[in-house]
Nanobody, 115 residues
């Protein structure tokens, strides 16, 4: 059974940092694209970052230069290091991966940035 479990969210002041983790189980993830999305209150879920199996990363324009996505394939974990956080980064953050053509999501972790 595929499971994605996020952790690391919390309350932080603007300018601060957080590191989110997404632990995956139930499949081999080292050969898959791993993604982070976020959803702010009253808004649609939006793409944040992805990392490919070869380690290439892409970012949304709003987070580029502040967020870094990485993986620890030995542990099937993907990370999102978030620096210089802004109040507009406040959202529930989700990790996502496709396994055998099916999309899997974690339960999300809340990030709140106070001004």
């Amino acid at each position: 059974q595929v499971q994605l479990v996020e952790s690391g969210g919390g309350l932080v002041q603007a300018g601060g940092s957080l590191r989110l983790s997404c632990a995956a189980s139930g499949s081999i993830f080292s050969d898959k694209v791993r993604r982070w999305y976020r959803q702010a209150p009253g808004k649609q879920r939006e793409f944040v970052a992805l990392i490919t199996s070869s380690g290439s990363a892409k970012y949304a324009a709003s987070v580029k230069g502040r967020f870094t996505i990485s993986t620890d394939n030995a542990e099937n974990t993907v990370y999102l290091q978030m620096n210089i956080l802004k109040p507009e980064d406040t959202a529930v953050y989700y990790c996502q991966a496709f396994v055998d053509g099916q999309s899997y999501w974690g339960q999300g972790t809340q990030v709140t940035v106070s001004s």
